[in-house]
């Protein structure tokens, strides 16, 4: 039985690596795409995940099934595609660790997985499937995504979604908010940033946008995500602010991924109905996973740089006794 599935993207972030001989830029291909991610952190602190989605059959695509399968990710809804090519990232860094991205994508494997492909015993198996928002950017992989979605809920499954908007995959803004709120009709958990928060709500203070989010799509949790601030939570009438400790952040590239990873395994680990959820329990799950996602950005990369169970209680028992 699998803990968790995602349906989504996989591919290769070109990641920053200095300069040749020749003092031109360098680049370390690294594995990334945001629900892999997610799915190889839980795999990394002992819950069984799994993967749907589709790679190219070339270098790259065989790379990333080799290290999710590395990771301990459940590759068998994988597809290797003999037409299409994996997508490519490149990262582009900035002096406080904060990046942008360049994709190649025209189109990418991931693009093309239709809703025949997806193992629907894979969704049945998991209690928890995660989705973002990047598959729902083109025909056949939004199909795909909403299919898998739709039946998890229909199977009484919980359902995790990242919009991660990335405005450069859309045609235009309004098509991705469009699509981005029809994932939100399904989702019991919704991780957002601050940006996002406002791209959808036009709100800028965080306790007015999620709730207009909860009002309009009675979402069980809400979770914003603020940096070094830390992060913030709405679950149904109250919100928190939830700590962070400022790091030397290297690459965040995976921070936000790492952070909902660590919540959606503290909530394995409580195993109760999101809806009973209380503030206190809630509070202590966004504190690991503000953890979490501060000592990812350590190291570059996102699959490579998840951190160990060991050295984010470490880090949270420092925190605290610092008084954070």
Not at 73 to 89: F, H, I, K, Q
Not at 93 to 100: A, N, T, W
Not at 228 to 245: N, T
Request: aromatic letters at 8%; one cysteine or more.
């Amino acid at each position: 039985m699998l803990d968790a599935i995602t349906v989504g993207e996989v591919l290769i972030d070109f990641t920053p690596a200095g300069s040749n001989e020749y003092g031109f830029q360098s680049f370390s291909a690294n594995p990334g795409g945001a629900p892999a991610n997610v799915m190889a952190a839980l795999a990394k602190w002992g819950r069984k995940s799994g993967f749907i989605g589709k790679v190219g059959k070339d270098t790259f695509g065989e790379f990333l099934q080799q290290v999710l399968e590395q990771a301990g990710v459940d590759t068998r809804g994988l597809v290797l595609s003999e037409p299409y090519r994996t997508t490519l990232a490149f990262v582009h860094l900035q002096p406080d660790g904060d990046r942008s991205f360049s994709f190649y994508r025209s189109p990418g494997a991931d693009m093309m997985l239709t809703p025949e492909e997806v193992q629907e015993d894979l969704v049945a198996e998991a209690g928890l499937l995660h989705f973002g928002s990047v598959s729902l950017t083109d025909e056949p992989s939004a199909s795909a995504t909403l299919h898998a979605v739709r039946l998890a809920r229909s199977l009484g499954k919980l359902v995790s979604y990242d919009p991660n908007l990335r405005p450069a995959l859309w045609r235009s803004l309004d098509e991705a908010k469009l699509r981005i709120r029809e994932g939100l009709e399904l989702a019991h958990i919704v991780k957002l940033s601050e940006e996002e928060l406002e791209f959808l709500t036009g709100e800028q203070n965080l306790e007015a946008g999620t709730e207009q989010l909860y009002r309009e799509f009675k979402t069980p949790i809400i979770l914003v995500t603020l940096g070094a601030e830390g992060s913030f939570f709405r679950l149904g009438g109250e919100c928190r602010r939830v700590p962070g400790r400022a790091v030397q952040a290297v690459d965040t590239t995976g921070a936000g991924d790492c952070y909902l990873a660590g919540f959606l395994l503290k909530l394995m680990e409580w195993g109760g109905a999101v809806e009973r959820l209380d503030a206190a329990a809630a509070q202590s799950m966004a504190a690991f996973a503000n953890a979490a996602g501060a000592l990812i950005t350590l190291r570059k990369g996102a699959i490579p740089a998840i951190p160990q169970l060991a050295d984010i209680e470490a880090f949270l028992k420092e925190q605290s006794g610092n008084g954070v």
